[in-house]
């Protein structure tokens, strides 16, 4: 991922991408895979909107020991980016796919409460 920070990737072995990263490489078509880690409750209140060329999954933070197989094979084939609502869950998610031998992994810096406020007011805040 071009906008990565090269030394947290360095030395975790994973990296931090802004909304607006995130948001330019979804617009510009690149395929990723962009991981929802929060609760179904959560979920279907509001998600950040993926387009065609990305897929989007969502597997609750405490479902993925049980589908870490179903991540590896989506990571073949594109970069994954780990969400939740404000970053928390989903770096510490980030660092244990990091060190599950996921690589390419990246969290999203402030989750999709820094989407709804910077990105698109029209997901709605909670």
Known sequence: MSDL???????????????????RRLDGGEALVVLDVREPVERDFCAIPVPPTARDLHIPMNALPGRLEEI????????????CHHGVRSRQVTAWLSHSGISGVANLEGGIEDWSV??????PRY
Request: some cysteine; proline content about 5%; charged content about 25%.
């Open 72 to 83: 590896r094979e989506a990571c073949r084939s594109a970069p994954l980016v780990v969400y």
């Open 5 to 23: 920070d090269e030394s947290t990737a360095n030395t975790m072995g994973w990296a931090e991408i802004s909304v607006q990263e995130l948001k």
């Open 118 to 123: 910077d990105i698109d007011p029209g997901v």
